[in-house]
């Protein structure tokens, strides 16, 4: 596809190879997969004649409802020629982000968060960035090798904080309840911003769900500050008790009685860890911490 750059606001206009108006339809009805929700923003933040085409379509959705309630004509969107982008690229970019606000609360906020944290999951690559294990994370992934060394972790890579600007994106549509603040704490995690994930989620210390205990213990158990081991045990027998079930609480009191020091307690939180789930890449890791603690 061939772009010319417009000099007034570095905007850019095609000639040519623009999206398909179905797949530009598609992603405004919320019915794209993705992959292509991805491929569009990224299109549109850059294609003023897209741009213009999505910004109109918009407007056209949202007048269309309010007009079904007072019975008023919709006017054609297409009836003039489109103007240039005045504010470029800053202005497609806000554009972008409170479109996907718009199709979030169309398509339902709880589905757009789990698609958001998948995506940011996938984004961090081969490897997980955090030792305990997340409620909100459901794939494994193996403990990336600089975390084993104690290695201090660098900048997250860039698709990393696209995707975590996503979860961002997500969570503001869903509210401010525990499921939204859950989200919050893993992307910061993944960003490598473990106090702010202990600020997010404090407030959730006196929870009597056993997931949003077991998030707030594995948060203090990457942050690892003063008494950080100690909380992080007190939640997690909360946890426990509250859904013995619960095999995220079971690792992480593994993780954390092995910081404390507490060879039988870790022991006995490993061998539980692993007869709920005796045969995920989890089960493997807390077979290793069994083979050195005994």
Known sequence: MALTPLPENGAIRSDGGCLDP?????????????????????HI??????????????????????NELTGAVVRNP??????????????????VMAAQLYLLHREGPKDDLGVALSELDAAT???RKVEPRLT?????????????????????P??????????????????????AQQARAAMYLTLGRSQR?????????????????NDLAAVYLVRHADDDVTRALDLLDQAVRLDPGRVEAWFNMGLAAEAAGQRERAIAAWTRALALDPKSGWAEEAREHLARLK
């Open 22 to 42: 179905e797949l530009l339809a598609s992603y405004v009805d919320g019915r794209t997969t993705p992959a292509e929700r991805i491929n569009v923003e990224a």
């Open 45 to 66: 933040a850059h294609c003023e004649d897209c741009y213009f085409m999505f910004s109109e379509t918009v407007r056209e959705q949202q007048a269309r409802s309010a």
């Open 78 to 95: 297409w009836r003039r020629r489109m103007p240039r982008v005045a504010a470029g690229l800053a202005a497609a970019a806000a554009l």
């Open 125 to 127: 690559g081969r490897y």
């Open 136 to 156: 909100v994370f459901s794939a494994y992934r193996a403990l990336e090798p600089a975390l084993r060394s104690a290695a201090s972790p660098g900048e997250a």
């Open 158 to 179: 860039l698709a990393v904080r696209e995707a975590a600007q996503k979860v961002e994106v997500a969570v503001r549509a869903s509210g401010t309840g525990p499921q």
């Open 197 to 213: 994930a202990a600020d997010v989620l404090a407030p959730l210390a006196s929870s009597r769900d056993a997931g949003q205990l």
